[in-house]
């Protein structure tokens, strides 16, 4: 009798005994580029990257990349995976004191191009534009306009600065950047919308793809 209490206690203690657990593997850090014009989705992106439990790396000098995927507006490269997580508009922006109401297209297409040099009250215009390599100014080119004589904005922040402290001055930059330092200046019926996408070699999976649809449904609230 005391043979068979022995045996089913042992099996019982065996029972109890926890199976050791598998090693975990550590998943390598997500390497995600955002472009200037979309700095103002490091905030969500940082809490998506939290709710989804992935650790995202920064590889804004090299968006490009293999396995990196470059947050952007407008087209992707031939070739590349792009997902649509939104759209953002790129708007022409002015001094605050800046009386001018709105521009015509054509107004608009004359003052940075450098054809049309004055205010109707005869100050000269002093136009900004940022690099070509951004992608707002690629923006802009895809709407019609062209430049021709423009100071040089290095980023939206410089672009933002140069504009509000100066009241003969224009530029442009994605809507989102602006703020009261400045004014938005409507241009008649010629609006600079551009999509913003996620881009990368290859359609991300898992953890990634379900950053992006994160991303997705902040940008769309």
Known sequence: MSRIVLVVLALVLAACQSTPAAPVTPQPPLKVAVSPSLTWLEGDLAACAASEGIAVQ?????????????????????????????????????????????????????????????????????????????????????????????????????????VASDPAAIGYLPARWADVSVRALEIIAMPVEAPILAVSAQEPQGGARALLVCLQEKIGR
């Open 58 to 162: 920064r590889a804004d000098d090299d968006p490009a990349s293999p396995g990196v995927i470059a947050l952007q507006l407008g087209a992707p490269q031939n070739g590349r995976f792009a997902a649509v997580l939104g759209q953002e508009k790129v708007v022409v922006i002015v001094h605050p004191d800046n009386p001018q109401p709105e521009l015509t297209r054509d107004d608009a297409l004359a003052i940075f191009s450098g054809r049309q040099k004055s205010w109707p009250d005869g100050t000269e215009i002093l136009v900004w534009g940022l690099p070509e390599t951004s992608d707002a100014h690629t923006a802009m080119l895809t709407a019609g306009f062209s430049f021709a004589g423009a100071g040089l904005a290095a980023s939206p922040q410089a672009m933002l600065h140069a």
